[in-house]
């Protein structure tokens, strides 16, 4: 892309997050006080008095979005999984994703209560948010433009739009990259380890299935309908992909070990194509799946990556 062209997308990608902002903030963006109702991604109707100013997250992905699109100082509280970036660390944590303290929540006196989930119907969502007699916005990102997306979204509702347009450009600066280096390609063969003892996968619709099929990859598991389905061990050895991917802690891709029965007969073993991935770059979708989409993408085609 030329760079005449890559400035234009990029004042196009400025002008749209300015656009969200004034769509959901009419009246001078992240400070207008009149009352407004948004839409979640559950299609629910959620009213806000005001620009929130004291929002709760209770998902990890949620607060490093908010964190990302230079909201932070609006975060009153989160989870006790919200690790990242280490200020969310420092912030008072109301319990874990699920079973968190309904009272340690109100206490923090939030304005806005936001959920991450692709499970939770809106009968529950509107259940919570009468429980704490607050708004409750829910994101339900299943994919990489979904993480995008509710980036756009987060960032918009917190009134920040040019820091959540610098996020935006470097997620979708990495997915261009991505696609231009596997662009033509074969598609590689490859199996997601997500647990072994039982052999559990990523389906299609996960997110680090998306990220595969992205990264120029073929998932064994594309067509099965769980996200995340227990897979047989004779089955995978039937179709001997040429990669497989496991997850781990940390923040470097580094060779992974396999220990199921029959994990040494694999040719991607055979081949040392084991990749451990850091867990928190695939499955929260946020800022860092473009870490994990480019981890996968190196892993795939080192060859489109070697210079």
Not at 40 to 63: C, E, M
Not at 87 to 97: D, F, I, M, S, T
Not at 263 to 278: E, F, I, M, N
């Amino acid at each position: 892309m030329n760079d005449n062209k890559q400035h234009r997308l990029s004042i196009g990608a400025r002008l749209s997050v300015f656009a969200l902002v004034a769509t959901i903030w009419p009246t001078a963006a992240g400070t207008a006080r009149a009352a407004l109702t948004v839409q979640d991604d559950l299609g629910r109707r959620v009213t806000l008095a005001h620009a929130p100013q004291r929002i709760v997250s209770l998902a990890p992905s949620v607060t490093e979005i908010l964190f990302a699109v230079g909201a932070q100082g609006r975060l009153v509280g989160d989870t006790v999984y919200c690790d990242y970036p280490p200020a969310a660390l420092k912030l008072p944590h109301v319990g874990g994703v699920v079973n968190y303290s309904y009272e340690k929540i109100v206490s923090l006196r939030p304005d806005l209560v936001i959920v991450a989930s692709q499970t939770m119907p809106a009968a529950a969502a509107d259940a919570l948010a009468a429980r704490f007699r607050i708004p409750v916005y829910v994101s339900a990102a299943a994919s990489y433009a979904d993480a995008e997306r509710s980036v756009a979204t987060l960032g918009a509702l917190a009134g920040t739009p040019p820091a959540t347009q610098a996020t935006l450009h470097q997620m979708r600066a990495a997915l261009s990259r991505v696609r231009k280096a596997v662009v033509g390609r074969p598609l590689v063969s490859t199996f997601v380890v997500i647990s072994q003892h039982p052999l559990m996968t990523a389906g299609g619709t996960s997110f680090i299935g998306d990220l595969v099929r992205l990264a120029g990859g073929a998932n064994s598991a594309e067509h099965l309908g769980s996200p995340y389905p227990i897979y047989s061990i004779e089955r995978l050895v039937q179709q001997n992909p040429s990669v497989i991917l496991t997850g781990m802690p940390g923040y470097v891709t580094k060779p992974g070990v396999l220990s199921f029965p029959a994990a040494a007969s694999l040719g991607a073993v055979k081949q040392r194509r084991v990749y451990a991935v850091p867990d928190n770059w695939t499955s929260r979708p946020g800022p860092r799946l473009s870490l994990g989409l480019l981890a996968i993408a190196r892993a795939l085609h080192p060859e489109a990556f070697a210079k």
